[in-house]
């Protein structure tokens, strides 16, 4: 069975509420190289799947006739990814293509209430800059006119029945705005926009939690801010400057922070949701492209690049260290988790069984309901581990293990799971 992406802050909150989950895969967007010099294509656009099991890659489609790629995502057993002015739909298990069309344009989407909610944007202008499609047949249902919405538009979430779209002006450089526009999907109405004030130009990601949407937002390019809106209310809660150094918006929310590339130092910095401030920037973390949680596996996924022949998607602790790397194509931007119910998993035995600490580094403490064997196996199906827990508390020595996630199994059933760092 497959379960809906939510959004990180949603997903946290239906893990806690014992929601059993397990990352299939993690689809990587490259985007490729398109010399715009030349008006060729060097380096295709292409879709590719990471397994978090066995620590392994490979590219699952070439997508033709595309400059760029821009979005993907994960829902319902279909993998939509927005490339260029097209909107593609694969098969989430043979990753055969399903159906495709065009809407020009299209930057960032979400998909919801049965719908297809598509943000648009291009340098001189469109018609429309959000179009909302038939989730089953990817057909036209309406457009908000230029009339409402004269604006290019960005990220896009669905949240209350309601879609919440960044509104930026992207496009027509210098003239950047800064909205958060509501588009209710109960009755199909444009519901308005919210000003983010004169801090919050250039929205361009969007994230949800339980009871606030917060944009990131860059500005003119030479700072970034954050933007709190009350999903009740509706109304801005502030909007405060983050970074005097800022690029695109390589941000995420996480373990209840909201990470991002900090550009003067080329590291990452946390955003903390309580106090409403920066709070560290982590020493050492990579000068990332693309950024997606996991809150199943407590781990970031992050991608560097050169834009021109390759591309690495990194495993990275809360803490910003580089758990593990593999290869991927050129340009990775865009990341969505394929998540599954964890049939794999036994689940009255893994909610009797305790480990921690979780990540672990040199100790892991396990605590089984009776007596039993255990192994430890790693990304590779290797056992790396084995014995035989007693009654109580057994600690393992993980100090030699090298970083990364790992499942437990005990007399053969897989009990639990966690990350060496």
């Not at 990753?95 to 719908?115: E, M």
């Not at 050492?284 to 991608?303: E, R």
Request: with cysteine; proline share 3%; charged share 15%.
């Amino acid at each position: 069975m497959y379960r809906s992406l939510l959004p990180a802050g949603l997903l946290a909150l239906a893990l806690q509420a014992g929601a059993q989950s397990t990352v299939h895969r993690v689809l990587v967007l490259n985007e490729g190289y398109y010399n715009m010099a030349t008006q060729t294509q060097v380096v295709p656009v292409s879709l590719g799947s990471y397994d978090p099991a066995t620590g392994t890659y490979q590219t699952i489609a070439n997508i033709a006739d595309a400059r760029f790629g821009n979005h993907v995502a994960v829902e319902d057993g279909i993998v939509y990814v927005a490339a260029d002015s097209f909107l593609l739909a694969y098969d989430a298990d043979s990753y055969q293509l399903l159906d495709q069309t065009v809407v020009h344009g299209i930057r960032r989407f979400a998909v919801g209430d049965g719908r297809i909610v598509c943000t648009k944007g291009e340098v001189g202008g469109l018609p429309t800059y959000v179009d909302v499609l038939d989730q089953a047949t990817l057909d036209l249902l309406y457009s908000i006119d230029q009339t409402t919405l004269p604006y290019s538009c960005e990220d896009v979430e669905i949240a209350d029945g309601k879609a919440w779209i960044a509104v930026n002006n992207g496009f027509d450089w210098g003239n950047a705005v800064g909205q958060v526009g509501v588009l209710d999907l109960g009755t199909d109405t444009w519901a308005g926009t919210i000003d983010l004030g004169p801090d919050g130009i250039n929205p361009e990601n969007l994230m949800v939690t339980a009871d606030a949407v917060y944009a990131f937002n860059n500005k003119d390019f030479s700072g970034s801010s954050i933007s709190k809106i009350g999903r009740s209310s509706g109304t801005l809660t502030y909007t405060t400057d983050v970074a005097v150094n800022s690029g695109c918006a390589s941000s995420a929310l996480a373990d209840g922070d909201i990470f991002f590339l900090e550009y003067a130092q080329n590291e990452l910095a946390r955003f903390d949701l309580g106090s409403d401030a920066v709070v560290d920037t982590l020493g050492g973390s990579p000068s990332i492209y693309g950024l997606l949680d996991d809150p199943v596996n407590g781990v970031l996924y992050a991608t560097t690049t050169d834009f021109l022949t390759s591309g690495t998607l990194h495993v990275l602790g809360y803490g910003g260290n580089v758990l593990s790397s593999v290869a991927v194509g050129v340009a990775p931007g865009r990341l969505a988790l394929d998540l599954r119910s964890a049939t794999g998993v036994d689940e009255e035995l893994e909610a009797a069984v305790r480990t921690w600490p979780n990540p672990a580094t040199d100790v892991l403490h396990l605590q089984l309901p009776t007596a039993a064997t255990y192994e430890v196996i790693d990304a590779t199906g290797r056992t790396v581990l084995a014995g035989r827990a007693a009654t109580g508390i057994t600690t393992l020595g993980v100090e030699a293990l090298r970083p990364g996630l790992y499942h437990l199994r005990s007399n053969g059933r897989l009990a639990a799971r966690f990350t060496k760092q």
